[in-house]
């Protein structure tokens, strides 16, 4: 394991501080962080889009309605809970200063895969129930709850403790926090777009299998990226709320002053 460029995982982050660390390290770690997401999401498109959706035979044509519903919404649901939890490995150990392996990281993270699936299964259970009973209830869980796969790896805590733990860290920032996610949707949605429509047009199957996969693999890797950021930085707010402790600074002794002496007598 390598030493790594300090990476701050005390520091307070806005929206622009966030995306601008989250490109710069994506870029400066992408033979990192693009084999760990490949090894989740090729196996699922091979699977749903190549195989059953018919990409491989009808390229951007294959429709995924062809796939079984409940394979669609298993791997649609689990796929993006271990990519965010490899990446919450990975930026972990870039925090301490070291750069894992793709085989680093996945024995960190695999030990928690149970606890993080479990998690996001009670904060989707709890989201479902808010927009079933009232539409804004589920809005709030959506947001408040976003955060229970970092929660349930870096913490260790259990799947309702986790949601409450990542209620708590949005509890007094729940807009802004709403607002940042909404900015890095928007954002690579619409950089994403083109590439989106062009992979679409493309009537080869392995061809496009292979772009499909690709951007895939981008896309879901920048967006665990982004939230794992956002997480530290929501926890640095908790911990930390006026910015992180300064440093102690250590002054030599100061040699005590000397003291009035009575005059002589004359």
Do not use: K
Not at 195 to 217: C, E, F, K, M, S
């Amino acid at each position: 394991m390598r030493e790594a460029r300090h990476l701050d995982l005390d520091a307070h982050r806005d929206a622009r501080d966030l995306i601008a660390t989250t490109v710069t390290l994506f870029a400066r770690h992408a033979l990192l962080f693009l084999p760990v997401t490949l090894g989740v999401v090729a196996p699922v498109v091979i699977l749903v889009n190549g195989v059953w959706a018919g990409g491989f035979a009808d390229g951007g044509g294959g429709h995924v309605a062809r796939a079984p519903a409940v394979a669609i919404t298993v791997f649609g649901f689990v796929m993006p809970v271990l990519v965010t939890a490899l990446h919450v490995a990975i930026v972990r150990d870039l925090g301490e200063g070291r750069v894992p392996t793709v085989g680093q990281a996945l024995r960190a993270a695999a030990p928690r895969f149970p606890q993080a699936i479990a998690a996001v299964l009670v904060y989707s259970l709890l989201m479902l129930g808010g927009f079933l009973l009232l539409v804004v209830p589920g809005i709030w869980v959506l947001v408040a709850g976003y955060f229970a796969t970092q929660t349930a790896v870096m913490e260790r805590c259990g799947p309702l403790d986790a949601f409450r733990r990542s209620s708590e860290l949005v509890d007094d920032r729940w807009w802004r926090t709403a607002g940042t996610l909404l900015l890095g949707w928007v954002l690579l949605t619409i950089a994403s777009y083109p590439a989106r429509r062009a992979i679409n047009a493309i009537d080869a199957g392995g061809v496009y299998i292979l772009l499909y996969t690709l951007l895939q693999v981008v896309t879901l890797s920048l967006t665990a990226l982004f939230g794992t950021l956002l997480y530290f930085s929501l926890r640095a707010h908790r911990e930390h709320p006026f910015g992180a402790a300064p440093t102690p600074t250590f002054l030599p002794p100061v040699a005590p002053m000397p003291t009035a002496q009575p005059p002589a007598d004359l």
